[in-house]
């Protein structure tokens, strides 16, 4: 097979730069840096953004061990004082005891509104210590360093911050947009192979969502993605570029952003039905609801029984659970999945809402989906 033609969205850095994405909201506007050896700039880029600016860096144990030393010795050498905060690692970090902390260590580290929190780590980091810079002082700006794939392509980007409840997940946050984005792609290859592709899920998300020429040169380009060499930083650019598109759309999600939920309402019942544990990480649980969102549209008639199975052999080849029956430990009944979608989505007038698929990069929001033909859906899965 020859490998197609890059889509547009696919743009090559030249050798020793790096790719600069704008996520365009005016004043609030920012870039978002990515490239192999990006944190190198972060100290220069901190200068001239804010001269003179104090940082405080909050990290997780995990992320420290590796790459804590390289931040605050770039920091150091462009003259940046810095403090570091470092938490446990997990999304059990994001609770009110640890976000506390951080907002007390912020306070403590004597960061105001001219100086800066950095957030270096994955997801539940960004979130964690966005919420707390969000939050002390009534807002100080903060840099977000992700060092996950699934930081780098989605939750850095996009200024949604926060903390989970008893009552559910990110139920307490604010949105809060990053001065700046440093995804160093070197970062992850520290990162275990099951969380990098765990994260590689929410990469095909973008393709399967509203770009068919990005999955199909994903299709053809995955192994050098994971491998680590050019086509990882153009993948990673190409998902910036669409979120950072959508974000400057639709910031608050009252469209558009919502076409990112793309297997997000599947794949969080699963998530649920697992404890939210290590059974089954979050990418995991969206690749399962990418391919069941396709088979779901398939069975409405909405796209070819092929689509759908090219869907799911992708994220099948990269090793990802495309089928129920993948997920470790086995799922609730098709009822208990049922009322964890309604719990997780608000039903209106009886009716669910899901995204859905006319084709490969052709999402759509459908508001009027049947709850008793998602229950058949999940019930025939279930038993195949
Ligand atoms: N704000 C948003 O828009 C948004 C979007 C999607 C997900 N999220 C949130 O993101 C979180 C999940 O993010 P995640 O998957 O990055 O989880 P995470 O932050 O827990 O990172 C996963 C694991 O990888 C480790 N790790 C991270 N970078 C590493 C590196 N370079 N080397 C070695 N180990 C590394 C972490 O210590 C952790 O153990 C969830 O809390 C989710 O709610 C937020
Ligand atoms: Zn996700």
Known sequence: MTAPTPAPIISQARAGEHIVVEVALAERAYDIVIGRGAIASLGARIKALRPGAKTVIVTDESVAKHHLATVEAILAASGIASSTFVVAPGEGSKNYATFEAVCEAIIAARIERNDLVIALGGGVIGDLAGFAAASVRRGLDFVQVPTSLLAQVDSSVGGKTGINSRHGKNLIG???????????????????????????????????????????????????????????????????????????????????????????????????????????????????????????????????????????????????????????????????????????????????????????????????????????????????
């Open 174 to 384: 604010a949105f809060h947009q990053p001065i700046l984005v440093i995804a160093d792609t070197a970062l992850l290859d520290t990162l275990s192979p099951r969380e990098f592709r765990a994260g590689y899920a929410e990469v095909a998300k973008y393709g399967l969502l509203g770009d068919a020429a990005f999955f199909a040169w994903l299709e053809a380009n995955w192994t050098d993605v994971f491998a680590g060499g050019p086509s990882r930083e153009q993948a990673i650019a190409a998902c910036c570029r669409a979120k950072a598109g959508v974000v400057a759309r639709d910031e608050r999600e009252t469209g558009e952003r919502a076409l990112l939920n793309l297997g997000h309402t599947f794949g969080h019942a699963f998530e649920a039905g697992a404890g939210y544990s290590q059974r089954l990480l979050h990418g995991e649980a969206v690749s399962l609801g990418c391919t069941l969102a396709f088979e779901f549209s398939a069975r409405k008639g909405l796209v070819g029984g092929n689509t759908a199975g090219r869907v799911r052999a992708h994220l099948a080849a990269v090793g990802l659970p495309t089928q129920i029956q993948d997920v470790p430990g086995g799922v609730p009944d098709a009822d208990a999945l049922m009322s964890l979608i309604a719990q997780d989505k608000k039903v209106k007038r009886g009716q669910l809402t899901f995204i859905l698929a006319r084709g490969v990069g052709e999402a759509f929001v459908a508001n009027d989906v049947d709850p008793a033909e998602v229950r058949a859906f999940l019930n025939e899965k279930i038993s195949e």
